[in-house]
């Protein structure tokens, strides 16, 4: 299964699978451990440590006013090279209105710092819109800064099973497609073929609905990751520091190897976090998703 699903997932990348590694990504929270918002200086200290661990110089966000984040990330960003993707939480009118003003107030000065712009994260897994209300507010945002690379961020299967279809037709900038093995179940053994397959769909998915491969929007594996020790098991999936370490060694850096731009969720531990409660009543513990400690120190080596 794990050759068939690189297989695939080679097919679905093809031609530029083989002449290129990804780009590599880390989500980022805009809160220090305690909770309290994060300001520039801080930034510049998250941006430090994922550079010297990973090699890496791109984070993404997800609501560009949650604790003022453009106002403060994008200098850091400049002082230290890196860039962003940005984020819009569109599921209420107000926090749509917040982070578009956020927006439109940084974008424009910090241009080359800005990778690109995601409107909702799983907005359509939460059955928060159909496709064409989310497609009506990424144009809305496109409209505002039109030379942003602007689209958005949901679940493989959501997007296998059509439910983004009218946002893939409208020639959208950006498809980002989370995909966790941790969250369906897998063994830690199967986990790395349970990935590139969910990503095979989607993307695959994408490029028929787009027309073929150089219509398709700019794909990204938006979101991939598995909980360290202390956080919640699922299923046959068990959270630990070893399996993490393997699949991010094994998977996600696979999928770089392959040519898959992705983000890893997440950069650093988030212990300000309440137990996450899902629609069937689990409880889940999501303060130790961090490939990095609350206080900065690596888990494991995160060079792909």
Not at 53 to 72: E, F, I, N, T
Not at 122 to 139: A, H, M, P, V, W
Not at 244 to 270: L, P, R
């Amino acid at each position: 299964m794990y050759l068939t699903a690189i297989v695939s997932l080679a097919i679905a990348l093809a031609p530029a699978v083989v002449s290129a590694k990804g780009k590599v990504g880390f989500a980022l929270g805009t809160k220090m451990p305690n909770g309290e918002c994060k300001f520039q200086p801080d930034y510049e200290a998250d941006f430090d440590t994922i550079l010297a661990a990973s090699g890496s110089k791109l984070v993404r966000g997800y609501a560009a006013s949650d604790c003022d984040a453009a106002k403060w990330i994008l200098p850091a960003a400049k002082k230290k090279g890196f860039q962003v993707m940005l984020g819009v939480w569109p599921d209420t009118p107000e926090s749509f209105a917040l982070d578009k003003k956020a927006l439109t107030t940084y974008v424009p000065q910090y241009k080359e710092q800005v990778y690109g712009i995601t409107v909702g994260s799983e907005s359509l897994y939460r059955g928060n819109f159909t496709d064409l209300e989310l497609l009506d507010k990424i144009q809305d945002i496109k409209q505002a800064l039109p030379y942003a690379k602007v689209g958005t961020a949901d679940s493989w299967n959501v997007i296998r099973d059509g439910k983004a279809d009218a946002i893939i037709r409208a020639g959208v900038d950006l498809m980002l497609v989370n995909a966790f093995a941790f969250w369906q179940g897998a063994t830690i053994e199967n986990a790395t073929a349970v990935y590139f397959d969910d990503l095979m769909q989607a993307f695959g998915h994408i490029q028929t609905v787009a027309g073929g491969v150089d219509s398709a929007p700019e794909l990204w594996n938006g979101e991939t990751g598995w909980p360290t020790t202390g956080g919640t098991n699922f299923k046959a999936a068990e959270a630990g520091t070893e399996n993490a370490k393997h699949f991010y060694q094994k998977g996600f850096c696979a999928a770089i190897d392959w040519n898959v731009n992705s983000f890893y969720f997440e950069a650093f531990d988030e212990p300000w976090k309440p137990l996450s409660v899902g629609d069937d009543g689990f409880s889940a513990d999501e303060t130790h998703w961090g490939a990095m400690t609350a206080d900065r120190n690596s888990k494991f080596s995160l060079k792909c």
